[in-house]
């Protein structure tokens, strides 16, 4: 049952500031407005944030440390930074350095989502718990356990607050989470080994408080099983203490239960499990996860038809909508309102009747399909720059190149978060050598723009080509162009 100290790590929920995770509880009776960020400091968090992807953790740092110096920085994108260097101290492994960066995120309590501080309180008790400062990580938990509905935890979390209070010898809280522990059980969990593992939390907290009988019933639990096998000499150790005679412990054990009928020693609880805790703990079969509403529509969420009228005269914006999804995943076009919309009178109608076409995975809870409100679609609408033929340019620059070092770029953060698929054409001058010339590099279409463009040109300057020959000569050759897709990965 061995639990993972210096090397546990609590659940990752360091995207939760920057990329828009769902943070929302369900029994929250308020919610908490956050600030803006400023571009400044979108600008800087985007540049960690792809180091980040890279792994090149010294640039990320230098960056974020750089953004903590701006003269107007506001608490919450302090507390982005913050939380950018809890996932770099992550990456490192360094657990102290964590520690301070969540705590340092919650002094900006009043400036993040409510959601996340209850998930950072619970981060540090487990934090804590590795480091081997039990006292430390049952006070975040008592703090976390005020905050959240008792009927929203799961045996996970109670089989956690149950390790936490046993390791400071808190034997009443024990005993206290553990009934709460199996009343959250499923059939499948109950009988599993990671669950039974529990009734020597149960009995051992029992028989730490000298409460004999108690420690007996939980031990009774374990007897006909066989994969305990001390069990009848665990519960021969009890009787032991609560007759102080080894013999009469022992035919009392043997006269109870039929399966320990040959038991031939006394084992202290506490020991035994002090002894299984060193062991691997078989995981918890998981409970079937209430299902959240998608955060994007099913299938790829294209943009309505660009309207003729803002086409004829070269205009571009966007709309940004709200709408509810019904049960079935379906929006109600009833429910469709126009937000913002720039400039007026030109994408709204066309906007509204592409978002009534989306489909969402619906959210379910418990075996009920609900209704979700106040759901928003922001509708960009950009001209393309180029003709027609140039956006269906082939991913091979050109029949004379082949590449030889092809380079993926990484997903744009922000495209990511807005859900934007797209692509960009570059062109560049391809040297003797295969090299591609990284001053030459240009952007010939972005569809749409300002998401990918960046991405594209980083990974261009890293790509080889073979040597480029001309009447089999090599040459330089100029105006090569190669095309990027960005597809995201569907469910």
């Known amino acids: 049952m061995k639990f993972l100290r210096k090397g546990l790590l609590p659940i990752l929920i360091f995207a939760a500031l920057t990329i828009g995770i769902d943070t929302e509880r369900a029994d929250a009776q308020e919610t908490r407005k956050v600030p803006a960020m400023s571009l400044a400091v979108h600008k800087l968090v985007q540049k960690a944030q792809v180091a980040l992807q890279e792994r090149d953790l010294i640039t990320a740092k230098q960056v974020l440390e750089q953004t903590l110096s701006l003269e107007k920085i506001n608490d919450y994108e302090r507390a982005v930074v913050w939380q950018m260097s809890a996932l770099i101290a992550f990456e490192e492994k360094d657990t102290p350095a964590t520690i301070l960066a969540y705590e340092t995120i919650l002094k900006y309590s009043d400036s993040i989502p409510q959601a996340l501080e209850y998930q950072l309180v619970y981060g540090l008790a487990q934090l804590y718990y590795s480091e081997e400062n039990y006292q430390k990580s049952q006070e975040y938990l008592g703090i976390w356990q005020l905050s959240v509905d008792v009927n929203r935890i799961g045996p996970a979390q109670w089989q956690f607050l149950t390790w936490a209070a046993y390791d400071n010898n808190d034997h009443d809280q024990v005993i206290s989470h553990l009934d709460k522990f199996f009343e959250s059980l499923n059939d499948e969990q109950r009988s599993s080994k990671a669950a039974k593992n529990m009734y020597l939390f149960l009995a051992s907290s029992y028989w730490e ?41 022992l035919i009392k054990t043997q006269n109870e239960h039929p399966h320990c009928a040959s038991v031939g ?8 499990l002090r002894e299984e805790r060193k062991k691997p703990s078989p995981p918890l079969p998981k409970t079937i996860e209430n299902q959240k509403l998608s955060a994007f529509p099913l299938g790829k969420a294209i943009s309505a038809a660009y309207p003729t009228r803002a086409s004829e005269e070269g205009v571009e914006g966007y709309a940004l909508l709200e709408f509810s999804v019904e049960g079935d995943g379906s929006v109600d076009p009833a429910s469709i309102i126009v937000l913002q919309a720039k400039p007026k009178g030109y994408f709204e109608k066309a906007a509204i009747e592409q978002a009534a076409k989306f489909r969402y995975r619906p959210k379910i809870v418990g075996t009920v399909p609900q209704r979700v409100d106040g759901l928003k679609y922001h509708f960009s609408y950009k001209l393309g720059k180029s003709s027609k033929k140039s956006s269906n340019a082939p991913n091979v620059a050109t029949p004379l190149v082949q590449p030889l070092i092809f380079v993926q770029p990484v997903y744009p953060w922000k495209a990511r978060k807005d859900n934007i698929e797209g692509h960009v054409i570059v062109e560049f001058t391809l040297k003797k050598n295969g090299k591609v010339s990284k001053k030459s590099i240009k952007i010939i279409e972005a569809e749409p723009e300002g998401y990918f463009e960046e991405a594209a040109i980083k990974a ?17 050759i100029k105006n090569v162009r190669h095309k990027f897709s960005f597809n995201l990965k569907k469910d």
């Open 209 to 249: 408080l000298e409460n004999f009988q108690e420690a007996l019933d939980a031990i009774r639990n374990l007897i006909p099983d066989a994969s305990y096998t001390e069990a009848c000499a665990l519960a021969a150790g009890v009787h032991a203490a609560m007759e102080a005679d080894r013999q009469t412990a």
């Open 265 to 272: 020693k006394l084992t202290s609880v506490t020991e035994y």
């Open 460 to 476: 261009m300057k890293a790509m080889r080509y073979e040597r480029p020959k001309v009447n089999g000569k090599s040459r330089t």
